[in-house]
Structure formats: structure tokens, C-alpha cells
């Protein structure tokens, strides 16, 4: 079941699509990165492999509508980790009072600038969000809330990206908390290679399936 969500944000509104399977025992919230949206293939494509294994998932425009068009402009507020990290602190309260999963825990997906986003707000919300993963993400844009995050994180990079593994590497001694880093042979900073985004989906399952366990207190 595929529910609407939006959120105000100033004046203007953020849109999402909140996706529970039955029985979920998590909710994994998406951040994209920079030129994307909550209708990002590879997004949605990881997020099917979620559905499929009992998580619920929300894919959602981190920008209104007149930012997105700012951002094409010229503008840099995909790069404004704190008001990105903000909107998803915000965003997990809001889709906390759908009755079809209250009660579960939340796990973060970051892609590229979202990945420092979600770092960061899992830093500033230890009671909420439970797991982390990054794909192709810039980690070292979270700065010293690195070492803050109190969630398992998992670093996911392509092995023929060598600048953003370099940079996942140095971001990975920053943290304290339980983290791995996984470099998938062969694929870029996209994954755009043959069987590449499937690595991707099975290494955030089971990922999130390991560290979300709960079930909701009510049911819709």
C-alpha cells in the first residue's frame, strides 16, 4: 500500500510516497542527492528489494518545487547538509503519525549528498533512527557529526570510484559507532553496471533487515 505524504516547509511543500508492505518491521526513509528526486531509479529500485523483504519505505522531494527550479539556476541549498538533515528529522515525525507504522523503527538510505544528511540527522536523533546505509555518498560532508552517529552504519561505494571511496574511507575512521564500508567490484559511482545496483539492494536488505526488527504498535 502506497500512501501520500507531504510536508510543509516554509511556504512552500515537500512530497513523498510512503510504501508498507504487510507485517513491516521498519521504515527506511530515503535522502537522494543532488539532480534527483523520489523518483530516482536506483532509489526505487533498492527500495522494491526493501518492499520485498517486510520494510516499509519513503521516497520523498527533499525541495519544493521553486528550490528545485533555484537549484537548477544555479543554486546550492543541496549542499545545505543542516536544512537537509532538518527536513528528514521532520519527515520521519510526520510519517511517525501514520497509524500503519507507528511504533517502527527507522532506517536511513543516503545517496551521494544525502548520505551526509542522513548521517547527520541519525546523529541528532540516536532515539530514532536505528541503521544507516550510504550508497555512493559523501559521508565526509556530515563533518563532526560523524562522530556522533550512534547507529550501525554501512558505506556502500563503487570499486572504480576511487575519490569517493577514498573519501568513504576517511569518513568510515571518523565514526564510532559499529560501521562496515563495501566496495562492489567493478562498478562506478553510479552503478550503472550489469548486476552493480542489485549488490547495492542486497547490501542495504540486509543491512536494514539485520538492525530493524520492530513491529508496529497499531495497524491501519
Known sequence: ???????????????????????????????????????????????????????????FDMLTEPEEQGEQAGGTLRFDIPLLAGRLQRMMLEVGEHTQ??????????????????????????????????????????????????????????????????LNEQAAQRLDAAHDLRAVPGASHLFEERGALEQVATLARDWFVTHLSTQPQHRG
Open 101 to 166: 507504522v507507528r511504533g517502527l523503527d527507522y532506517g536511513l538510505f543516503g545517496a551521494s549528498t544525502g548520505a551526509a544528511a542522513a548521517l547527520t540527522a541519525a546523529a541528532e536523533t540516536p532515539d530514532r533512527v536505528r541503521a544507516v546505509v550510504s550508497r555512493g555518498g559523501r559521508p565526509d560532508l556530515a563533518g563532526s557529526a560523524l562522530g556522533s552517529v550512534r547507529c550501525p552504519t554501512r558505506l556502500i561505494v563503487g570499486g572504480n570510484d576511487p575519490e569517493v571511496l577514498r
Open 1 to 59: 500500500m502506497t500512501t501520500q505524504v507531504e510536508l510543509r516547509v516554509g511556504a512552500g511543500t515537500v512530497h513523498g510516497d510512503l510504501t508498507v508492505p504487510a507485517d513491516a518491521g521498519g521504515v527506511v526513509v530515503f535522502a537522494h542527492g543532488a539532480g534527483s528526486s523520489r523518483h530516482s531509479p536506483r532509489n526505487t529500485a533498492v527500495a522494491r528489494s526493501l518492499q520485498d523483504a517486510g520494510l516499509a519505505t519513503l521516497l
